[in-house]
């Protein structure tokens, strides 16, 4: 399954997504040279994510405004985790992801995500790898149901660095092969380690948010990051979140589609 010798059977620790969520031209002006992401006509969109949070850090402005174009959004969450690879039952830690999980709710709402659909795989965070043939079957089912026509897969980037990652993207990569579906990834782990990370430049892309994308997406980056913060309402408030969402990036994939 492994195109660089098998699964990884490494400890994985706890992704930091919040990394991949604020990057600006005013930080970062080498991303103002990227080339611009275009889709076309998008009808159906299969967005995998390994972990808690990550398709909104990482693609949330790109997701609402697809969905604001009415586009379907499918979602499969292969794992209910954080990334890190737990020896053993820790309530702590499940009432934590439990509240991660309720949050990531809210924000999908927030975003405008409410209509999307959501799938639950339930890997064992951090040895995704260990499965990624399920994780195969789930993408090729997913794809297999929907109409090819305007079909995209988005995915993580299978060399990010987190082996649940990696996985995901591999797996990704040979259902859409097989599927011949549009591709386009996303990377996390890269930028939690560099402010520049090594990406593929000539297939690194760029989504720039509109001043309503980014402050939805500040708002809730804030209340996903917020530990305790609660609202009476049980809404986002208006408050602006962390500065400066200028643009996502994402990396196309130059396989064979219909
Ligand atoms: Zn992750």
């Known amino acids: 399954m492994s195109p660089d010798g098998g699964p990884s059977a490494a400890v994985a620790v706890a992704c930091d997504p919040g990394r991949v969520a604020v990057l600006s031209y005013a930080e970062r002006p080498e991303l103002g040279g990227l080339a611009r992401l275009r889709l076309g006509r998008c009808r159906t969109v299969v967005v995998v994510a390994a972990h808690l949070d990550e398709e909104l850090c990482a693609a949330g402005g790109l997701l609402a405004g697809l969905a604001a174009g009415h586009t379907e959004l499918r979602l499969l969450a292969v794992t209910d985790g954080d990334g890190a690879t737990s020896s053993r039952p820790d309530r702590a830690a499940a009432q934590r992801l439990g509240r991660r999980r309720a949050k990531l709710a809210v924000a999908y709402q927030h975003l405008g995500l409410g209509s999307a659909t959501r799938y639950r795989l339930g890997l064992t965070s951090g040895a995704v790898a260990?499965?990624?043939?399920?994780?195969?079957?789930?993408?090729s089912e997913l794809l297999g149901f929907a109409d090819p026509v305007g079909l995209l897969c988005l995915a993580p980037w299978a060399s990010d660095g987190?082996?649940?990652?990696?996985?995901?993207?591999r797996?990704?990569?040979?259902?859409?092969?097989?599927?011949?579906?549009r591709l386009v990834h996303y990377a996390v782990t890269?930028?939690?380690?560099?402010?520049?990370?090594?990406?593929?430049m000539n297939r690194a892309r760029r989504f720039p948010l509109s001043e309503m994308l980014r402050t939805r997406k500040d708002q809730v980056?804030?209340?996903?990051?917020?530990?305790?913060?609660?609202?009476?309402?049980?809404?986002?408030g208006l408050t602006p979140g962390p500065q400066g969402h200028a643009c996502e990036v994402f990396i196309t994939y130059q396989g064979v589609h219909k």
Do not use: F, K
């Open 171 to 181: 797996a990704a990569t040979l259902a859409c092969q097989a599927y011949r579906t």
């Open 221 to 236: 980056l804030a209340h996903l990051t917020r530990p305790h913060h609660r609202s009476a309402s049980g809404r986002l």
């Open 130 to 139: 260990a499965a990624e043939h399920d994780v195969v079957a789930a993408i």
């Open 190 to 200: 890269r930028w939690e380690h560099s402010d520049l990370p090594d990406l593929p």
């Open 162 to 169: 987190h082996p649940d990652h990696d996985a995901v993207g």
